[in-house]
Structures are given as C-alpha cells and as structure tokens.
C-alpha cells in the first residue's frame, strides 16, 4: 500500500497570480512589426515597397541607359 504522505500532489493551475498578458510584455519592435507586417495594413506595406522598388530600379536603368547611349 502506498502512503499518503509519499504522494506529491502537484497544484500548479490553481495560483491567483498567472499573468498572461503577452502583449505588455512584447518588445516596441515586435509591436511596430505586428501592426505594419501582418493583416490588410501589412499587405498594403508589402505593395507600397515593391512598387518604389520597381520605380527606383527603373529610374535607375534609365539613367544608366541615357548615359551610356549618349555618346
């Protein structure tokens, strides 16, 4: 027979004092990449930076090509 007193009893889930607010605990960082890289706002980023992408290396091609023509 076991003994009452061998037994360990394990409580853990009931303590008062679990915090489990994650989103106070986040780094600024994590919180500007939240809002600015997931969602309808982190598709509207990813748009807006591939098109000045776009636009920078066309801007960029152009000016190389005029002046390597220009002779």
Do not use: F, P
């Amino acid at each position: 027979m076991e003994d009452k007193e061998a037994g360990v009893q394990y409580n853990r889930w009931n303590d008062d004092n679990i915090n489990l607010d994650v989103a106070a605990s986040q780094s600024r960082m994590m919180r500007v990449y939240d809002r600015l890289c997931t969602g309808n706002t982190g598709i509207a980023v990813k748009v807006a930076v591939a098109v000045a992408v776009l636009i920078i290396i066309y801007v960029i091609g152009y000016v190389t090509g005029y002046y390597v023509h220009k002779c």
